[in-house]
């Protein structure tokens, strides 16, 4: 019988130009800003990739989000046993540098 392939769990990442902190997202839930939000994020992948034979990952990252973050996030992701994370960035807005 062929496994069936289960969706990748997917981290939004936003921040707005000039805003402090970045918002974070898993599986459309707001986890809120800052090492909080990072902190719920690790937990709540846990839980959910024990209940998954091959947990995968996406992480959705905003123009503004730096670096740091979306690293962070590929950290919970490999903390939570997920070995297979793709990665989708988005331009600034026209005009905006």
């Known amino acids: 019988m062929p496994r069936l392939v289960e969706p990748p769990l997917e981290v939004e990442l936003r921040r707005r130009q000039g805003e402090p902190e970045t918002r974070v997202a898993l599986l459309g839930t707001d986890l809120g800003t ?5 902190q719920r994020l690790d ?4 839980l959910i990739a024990r209940k998954l034979e091959q947990p995968t990952g996406r992480i959705d990252a905003g123009a503004w989000v730096p670096h740091r ?18 990665f989708v960035g988005r331009p600034p807005p026209r005009g905006v540098r």
């Open 34 to 38: 800052g090492r909080e939000a990072f």
């Open 43 to 46: 937990a709540r992948l846990i």
């Open 69 to 86: 973050d979306v690293v962070r996030c590929l950290d919970s992701f490999l903390l939570a046993g997920a070995d297979e994370v793709a």
